[in-house]
Every structure is written in C-alpha cells, then in structure tokens.
Nanobody
Framework: VQLQASGGGLVQAGGSLRLSCAASERTFSNYYMGWFRQAPGKERLFVAAVNWSGRSTYYADSVKGRFTISRDNAKNTVYLEMNSLKPEDTAVYYC??????????????WGQGTLVTVSS
C-alpha cells in the first residue's frame, strides 16, 4: 500500500487544518488507518485511528475533542480534521495502514509525512 499525505501547513493557534491521506490500494477498506505525529527531537506518537468501516474511531487524549478522523473508502482516502490547534500540535504528521485487525498495532505501511506548524 502506498500512502500520500497532504494538507499540512502553517496556521495560527486556534486555527484549523485538514489533512488527507490517499492510498493506492484498492483493498483500502481492509485496513485500519491511523495518524501519527513526530515533533522535533521526540518520538513518533499515536494521534488517531479509524476502523475499516469508519464507524469506530480512536484518539490520543491530547487531541480528543479537537481532532476528528474519518475515511472515504470510495476515494481510498483518510482524513484528519484538526481544530483548536495549539503550538504543541506542531509536528510532522504521518498516515499509516494496519492489517492487524486492531488500531494499536501492525502499522506496516507509512506515508511520507506532512508538516504542521502552529504559531502562537
């Protein structure tokens, strides 16, 4: 599966951004999809995930209530809507695909990352 993330950019604190991740695989709907982020000098962390159908979503506590993950299986695309952005959300955001049947492991396929910078 090839993943192409886009939508990053510079935004002021309190603003919004929508990230997209397009997948090449026609069996896209077989995968859990997740978003992760890595701030400079820090480890990569889980942000959000969505199951095959899009009906179940999972979030890190730090983004709960501000970020929304969704997917469109007809377009082979997963989205991350980010609202009320904070400077600490600044990071490179990666989308990933898991065929493990869970949202917390098995992410074998990764996109190239898109940079989100939130200014104060």
């Amino acid at each position: 599966v090839q993943l192409q993330a886009s939508g990053g950019g510079l935004v002021q604190a309190g603003g919004s951004l929508r990230l997209s991740c397009a997948a090449s695989e026609r069996t896209f709907s077989n995968y859990y999809m997740g978003w992760f982020r890595q701030a400079p000098g820090k480890e990569r962390l889980f942000v959000a995930a969505v199951n095959w159908s899009g009906r179940s979503t999972y979030y890190a506590d730090s983004v709960k209530g501000r970020f929304t993950i969704s997917r469109d299986n007809a377009k082979n695309t997963v989205y991350l809507e980010m609202n009320s952005l904070k400077p600490e959300d600044t990071a490179v955001y990666y989308c990933a695909a898991s065929n493990s049947g869970t949202y917390y492991s098995g992410y074998s396929y990764w996109g190239q990352g898109t940079l989100v910078t939130v200014s104060s």
